[in-house]
DNA sequence: CCTCGAGCTGTTGTATACAACTTGTATACA
DNA sequence: TGTATACAAGTTGTATACAACAGCTCGAGG
């Protein structure tokens, strides 16, 4: 019993090639502006031109790649605007979906068991020394909380769109350097986030929430100012 | 001189289908259910197979087609629960949406002009008689202001979001019966965002697109009530 | 009467050949 | 020297053939 819905066992080619590049783009081991020539990929890939293009057109309408017609794909640029922009629509519609996941988990008490579960690692990782690994560990951790208040949105448009902003987020991260002050905080954060949550305090988690967004957004930019990052267009 | 940028002058036959189709979604010609074959397609717009399908593809991404794989695409189904989730979506987003295209108002002429413009044809529309044709005309005429405000939004990611569910609301107008007597009330709340937007009263203003929202909502279920729509799901 | 399975039919998934276009280069010319 | 033009290479857009799979009918067996 591998498959639990008709068509859940097989992985189409398409659906593995727009895996792998939308990975590899969110590693940022596909660079901003790296052209994405049709032909290369099916080198690459394995693939014949048909997944390929049908993945291409797929990560395009994530905003992953830029695509233009006859000339081809190109891995999307990060400019400082589109960065802004980015901050200021998640802080537009997170703050909202952690509002429903408060509400969804005062009468859900699965949903509040893996909530206090999340609030015991923030807890632990806190208590730990700072360092490469624990820095590794918190954003993994913090992205699995992300993943849960996205699971617990209510609004399938709003768990949608939330859902494809992630790999613009996780590039970015990935993308710029890791600050390891801004980890003690963050975990703050989080930790008012997952208190607010589970005492069904929703407009506290709102906006603790919004808060959390805007310090990131505002080290991401102080860290931006210091070193000029690798892989981003200053021009915005 | 027909192209202003590179490739806007010729449309490819994939635009071609794509537009076609989401056309007569919204429109309700291809009802909510209608399997929509690959070969049938091909037959129906004169493309090939390869066109049809990235066709299929854009419009599974927008939401207006089901994607089973294996199996093939149907036009996307209709539930109240759809209905209900659209507009809290919106109710999210526009308002938050006219906020910023008030801010761009106050300081571009152009933008109130154009404004200044529609508040009187809307002004205009509600002294004309109730009648088939002035719903048509004021139908018409809000689709141009929202299209304006759309336009006005600074954020990229709210922008298209926006952009992208207008095709839905459009289907459900004109799948569901229009109730003339809505029309008087709606004018109203049209002049009152102009008004806001054109005094830069931004929270004013994004208060009256919330009710104005939370209105439509209302009426579309009051009627849906009475007269059990035709090509809808009433099973949410 | 019901259940199960083989085979058929029609569908989507994939590969590939061909057509149309865009870009860069080399050459001719003012 | 600068500009325009024709050619060539490489790319994407499209059509189509083939492969793999899902659902169905129909008959055999219990």
């Known amino acids: ?62 905003g992953l790649v830029d695509l233009v017609p006859r000339q081809g794909a190109r891995v999307s640029r990060v400019s400082l605007q589109s960065v802004r922009d980015l901050f200021d629509f998640r802080s537009l519609l997170e703050p909202a979906a952690i509002r429903q996941a408060t509400e969804a ?18 807890a632990r990782t806190v208590r730990r020394a700072p360092s490469q690994a624990r820095s590794r560990a918190f954003y993994e951790l913090a992205d699995r909380f992300d993943w849960a208040v996205i699971g617990a949105t209510r609004n399938e448009h709003l768990r949608r769109t939330i859902a494809e902003l992630r790999p613009h987020t996780a590039r970015l991260r990935n993308l710029s350097h890791v600050d390891p002050r801004r980890v003690e905080v ?21 906006t603790a929430m919004a808060e959390h967004l805007t310090q990131s957004l505002a080290t991401i930019f102080r860290n931006l100012a210091r070193a000029p990052a690798d892989g981003l267009d200053l021009l915005g």
């Not at 189409?12 to 895996?19: I, N, Q």
């Not at 988990?105 to 923030?122: P, Q």
């Open 1 to 62: 019993m591998s498959a639990a819905f008709p068509g859940a066992g097989a992985e189409s080619k398409a659906d593995l090639v727009h895996r792998q590049l939308k990975e590899e783009i969110e590693l940022g081991e596909l660079a901003p502006g790296t052209p994405l020539s049709e032909l290369w990929l099916v080198e690459r890939t394995g693939a014949s031109r048909t997944p390929v293009r049908e993945a291409l057109r797929r990560l395009a309408a994530e």
């Open 186 to 206: 963050s975990v703050a954060e989080h930790l008012r986030m997952c208190d607010a949550l589970l005492a069904g305090e929703a407009d506290e988690a709102a």
């Open 105 to 122: 988990a005062a009468t859900d008490a699965e949903l509040r068991r893996v909530f206090t579960a999340m609030r015991s690692e923030f």
